[in-house]
């Protein structure tokens, strides 16, 4: 059981990682700040970066949500087992579907519905469930958005030039942003795998303490380190395409500015969370700050078609994370042959779904059109192009 | 429920925000400007946009000691 907790636990930290590569990477890909291979191998090794970097493992599995520790129940491993394969399930639907949507919130709504179907309503903490899940899911987005909006109007207005006497558009020159976004981005993913790959290491851990191999209290080992770090990195990289065309194109159409603006916001927001002491999902600030963003450019509109099927892919997240997971944990009491079936079961329905997708195919060559502005306009640098005018003003 | 907290967050999200885009803005401006052909821009557009870069950089780099965790351990 242990080992197939732990196997779970890598690959739901492997769709952690490739859900989450659309966070820090669809702006800029689709502004063709960085090219979509070069940006998902870059968060792939920021993530890898990010995992070794942060290795001080929480000391619960739920952080509260559920009464664990020494007057609350006890998670068993069958419980992790039950939850994370309510999460990858819901992980890979909304992959599927090219929906953004918090991993963790799904690993919370997983544990629950295994919590409930294993041990009782008694052991949920339903005002913990608000205050971690609810609320931060209402204002991560109204936050990250306005933010955004904001930055974007104040970015456009700051770089719009017009001759001073005709009143005409001079030439906005507003590529620079471009490599603003590389920066930006890149301090989004290693933010990303100091957070996410810590969460299964936790688990792992956890699941090893309570299995009696390793000393409670103790901090993961160097292979589970290790483990971990690999399975975000190689999910980064494998890169969510779909829902870096939601997020890259689905809900705006993004420019340089534009982007630079929504990824500021992003990171400013994920860095103030985790240091202020509240939590809010990556994933649900960077949807938030794209449409803040597509919001303050003019002669852009934002789908909200799109956005609404996002927030509804988020009010299930918890139910529907929830059920598998019940469903799970009440197989698993059965007894051995109960897990095997909900392991096969498990792998069956992820196989599915990969094979689904295979139909319709969204890789890093069509994942988001790019308009290549910068090489169908090159501008001259200054000294070529005022050599140009003084020969041509001598031969006149 | 932590609504300080909250608010903290986002005033430290807005705060933060509005400064590395509006610094960075003028920046791309300034090069802009600088590297107009007619009108010649005065001299010190170009080392100001740098200057703008720089603060961004900074704050980049601040961003960096908030996530690695061996800084302020």
Redesign the interface.
Known sequence: MVALVISLALFFDFTNGFHDTANAMATPIATGAIKPKTAVALAAVLNLV?AF??T?VAKTVSGGIIKEGADGVQITPDIIFAGLMGAILWNMITWLKGLPSSSSHALFGGLIGAAIAGIGIHSVNFESIL?KVI?PAV?APV??G???Y??TR??YA??S?HDPETGDKL????G??RT?QV??SS?VA??HG?NDAQKTMGIITLVLISAGTQPAGSGPQWWVITACALAIAVGTYAGGWRIIRTMGAGLTEVKP?QG??AE??T???I????????A?STTQVASGSVIGSGMGRRGTTVRWGMAGRIALGWLFTLPAAGIVGALTALLVQTGVAGVVIAAVAGTAAVAYMFVHSRKSHVGHNNAVQIEEVGQAVQ?R??KS??KA?KNGSAKR | ??WL??L???G???L???T???L??????L??I????RNSPASWTRPLAYTCFAV?GFA?LF??Y?????FHN
Do not use: W
């Open positions: 990010g970097l942060s001080e205050q609320l204002f936050i990250a306005g933010v955004a904001l930055c104040l970015a700051l770089t030039r030439t906005q020159k507003r620079g942003f603003g920066f930006t301090l290693l933010a100091t500015a630079f603006a500021t916001s990171a400013s927001a860095l103030a969370s985790s240091h202020l002491g509240f809010l501008f640098k200054k192009a005022a005018i | 429920m932590k907290e909250l903290s967050v986002a430290a999200t807005l933060s925000a509005v590395v885009v509006v960075y803005a003028f920046g791309v401006r090069t802009a600088a590297g107009d052909i961004c980049i961003g960096l908030l996530i690695i965790p061996y």
